[in-house]
């Protein structure tokens, strides 16, 4: 059977629109921290009580969950409450510790967020925290599993070197 013209015609700009949908990326999660915690309706977590001249701090820094959730596409977790149950995972005591206020809590912020960006080298200290941060995520990561957050957990490998 010999197509005609219009035929022809239609089916070839259906190739072509399914090849060009094909090639589009998945629109991604564009989380920040506030907007992440304002979506799961959680407030910053400040557990564990800490001494004075110390603050509660992530240890697996929220900035670095936001960025391997950014890297997947906005399908992936449809679920009622997946990002609250996700954001009470590093909430929890496990990943928290007490840290010097100020100084050492900007230092590995900003550790993490050059590891993030990935724009320039990591200072001595800067590596320091990262290298603690790995050595936790590496001991805490399989919890993610009991959670269904694969792939976050894997977005987060990505991310970190090493873990």
């Known amino acids: 059977?010999?197509?005609?013209p219009p035929q022809i015609?239609?089916?070839?700009?259906?190739v072509i629109e399914r090849r060009r949908t094909m090639a589009e990326k998945p629109e991604r999660y564009a989380f920040t921290v506030n907007s992440l915690l304002e979506?799961?309706?959680?407030p910053r977590s400040s557990k564990p009580r800490c001494k004075s001249g110390y603050d509660s701090d992530h240890i697996v820094e929220l900035q670095l969950v936001v960025a391997a959730l950014n890297s997947l596409a906005k399908t992936i977790y449809s679920r009622k409450g997946w990002a609250s149950e996700l954001v009470d995972f590093f909430n929890e005591d496990?990943?928290?510790?007490?840290?010097?206020?100020e100084d050492n809590r900007r230092w590995k912020r900003n550790a993490v967020a050059k590891l993030i960006r990935a724009d320039e080298e990591l200072?001595?200290?800067?590596?320091?925290?990262?290298?603690?941060i790995q050595y936790h995520w590496n001991?805490?990561?399989?919890?993610?599993?009991?959670?269904?957050?694969?792939?976050?957990?894997?977005?987060?490998?990505?991310?970190?070197?090493g873990a």
């Not at 015609?9 to 259906?14: A, G, L, T």
């Open 1 to 4: 059977m010999l197509l005609t």
């Open 9 to 14: 015609f239609f089916v070839c700009e259906c």
């Open 39 to 42: 979506f799961a309706d959680r």
């Open 94 to 101: 496990a990943n928290k510790m007490c840290i010097p206020q």
């Open 123 to 132: 200072t001595p200290g800067e590596l320091e925290w990262i290298r603690y």
């Open 139 to 161: 001991g805490f990561r399989n919890d993610l599993d009991d959670h269904d957050f694969k792939l976050v957990k894997s977005s987060i490998d990505d991310i970190l070197p």
